[in-house]
């Protein structure tokens, strides 16, 4: 009890930041990846501080959390979570890891459901969603560019072509509907998926399901998958309530910012100082230059990007004009 009641008194220490994409559709944050992070670290009952950064949209290291010299991202060691799991800061998993149906359930949430919020976002709609999300500040023409450069992107990952393109859609529907049956009599009326109390799985399925509800439109295939079964969508709302429109102590006020707080190297918990270093004070380090850097060659390249795609279907367009003026020309 006396090492518990320590450790939580260090917790409360710590000055926590939680770096994600800005705020939309009545959520926190509406990125896929992101999302389920900040719950759990609501779950977890871990104080901290929500940032946002808007420089790198394609990013896969946003999500990250910072305190002091400490950063875990989450295209490190296996996602955020993860690593706050390994370091001891927060792990609601471990009475969990030997559970074959925790398991199971956690691979099913993950993947199917997640493969099919990602295909709906970016394959199988008009991307005005996924464009709110990662993207609502930039320009028309590079927002074109990044959207057709994910979809892309998400049809390698799904394995689709336009062979099997409609194969693949009637798959990753068929598997979001079983997932919803099976969650739906896993969670019955209880408020949590395992044991009645919060683990990583329902942290992922209760982000999952708010985004389905609030941010996608109503005619999505997921969305009416998912009304179907109404203690999902109750489990959701109470959700909502508690952990996000509560006025809850365990997070800050957000407050916009359009870059990372940090980006110092990561070290692990027994580095931590009690009274992080003042980040105006300090120095900028080697990586964060180097970050800084790549935000110039990234915005440098996607507008070049747009002005190769412009000038060559202005080159279509002309070579298609030339061909037409000699065929009338052939006919005289």
């Given at each position: 009890?006396?090492?518990m ?25 509406a ?21 946002f950064s ?6 896969d290291q ?64 008009d ?8 993207y ?12 057709w ?23 990753i ?20 998926l ?7 799985v ?15 439109p ?52 027994s ?11 300090r ?41 037409d ?8």
């Open positions: 009890m006396e090492e009641n320590t450790e939580n008194n260090w917790r409360e220490e710590q000055n926590f930041t939680l770096v994600v994409r800005k705020p939309c559709f009545g959520l926190p944050t990125c896929p990846s992101c999302l389920p992070l900040y719950l759990y670290l609501k779950f977890a009952q871990l104080h901290f501080h929500l940032d808007s420089i790198y949209p394609d990013s946003i999500p990250y959390i910072e305190s002091g010299d400490y950063v875990a991202y989450n295209n490190e060691n296996g996602g955020v979570i993860e690593s706050l799991k390994k370091d001891g800061i927060a792990d609601l998993d471990a009475e969990f890891k030997s559970v074959p149906e925790w398991i199971s359930t956690k691979a099913m949430v993950s993947t199917w459901l997640g493969d099919a919020i990602m295909y709906e976002l970016w394959v199988g709609s991307g005005s969603s996924a464009k709110m999300i990662y609502p500040d930039l320009p028309w023409p590079i927002g074109k560019v990044l959207f450069k994910q979809c892309q992107t998400v049809m390698l990952q799904l394995g689709i072509t336009k062979d099997n393109a409609e194969q693949k859609q009637e798959e529907y068929n598997r979001a509907k079983i997932a919803y049956e099976a969650l739906s009599n896993r969670l019955g009326e209880q408020d949590f395992f044991e009645n109390r919060p683990s990583s329902d942290a992922i399925f209760l982000a999952h399901v708010l985004l389905i509800l609030q941010a996608l109503e005619t999505s295939v997921l969305r009416n998958a998912l009304l179907e079964h109404g203690n999902l969508v109750k489990y959701a709302e109470k959700h909502k309530m508690e952990q996000i429109e509560a006025g809850s102590s365990s997070s800050s006020v957000p407050q916009f910012q359009s870059g990372p707080s940090s980006s110092a190297p990561r070290k692990g918990p580095n931590w100082s009690s009274k992080p270093k003042s980040k105006s004070k120095e900028k380090t080697k990586e964060e230059k180097t970050l800084r850097k790549r935000a110039k060659y990234f915005v440098a390249a996607q507008l070049v990007s747009v002005l190769l795609f412009l000038t060559f279907m202005n080159r279509s367009d002309d070579e298609v004009e030339l061909d003026d000699d065929g009338y020309g052939y006919d005289d």
